[in-house]
């Protein structure tokens, strides 16, 4: 059974940084392609980053690029978001998705059509 779990969300203060976690059980995440997002209440679902399977490049969104940074650990079948210098603006739900297709081969970070889905965790940004 496919399952992806995401932890590290917290209350964190402008400035401040998080890294993010995005464990999977049931399968490999090396073969999978693995994307993350985040979503505010009454707002879609939006991408802010992705790792391509095939190159093993990441991509950002322009709001986010400099400040989130994805890696990986295989051995702990682990993706990581790290999240420097938040902002309030970073507040929300963040969510890592996998799928099977290459849906980050061109840089499509944006692109939310993922087979799988964790819960999510939030992230709040205050003072």
């Known amino acids: 059974q496919v399952h992806l779990m995401e932890s590290g969300g917290g209350l964190v203060q402008p400035g401040d940084s998080l890294r993010l976690s995005c464990a999977a059980s049931g399968f490999a995440l090396d073969d999978y392609t693995i994307g993350w997002f985040r979503q505010v209440p009454g707002k879609e679902r939006e991408g802010v980053a992705c790792?391509?399977?095939?190159?093993?490049?990441?991509y950002y969104g322009d709001s986010v690029k400099g400040r989130f940074t994805i890696s990986k650990d295989n051995a702990k079948n682990t993706h990581y978001l790290q999240i420097d210098n938040l902002k309030p603006e970073d507040t929300a739900v963040y969510y890592c998705?996998?799928?099977?297709?290459?849906?980050?081969?061109?840089?499509?970070?944006?692109?939310?059509?993922?087979?799988?889905w964790g819960q999510g965790t939030q992230v709040t940004v205050s003072s």
């Open positions: 998705a996998a799928d099977r297709e290459d849906l980050c081969y061109h840089g499509s970070y944006y692109y939310i059509g993922y087979d799988y």
């Open positions: 790792i391509s399977k095939s190159n093993g490049r990441p």
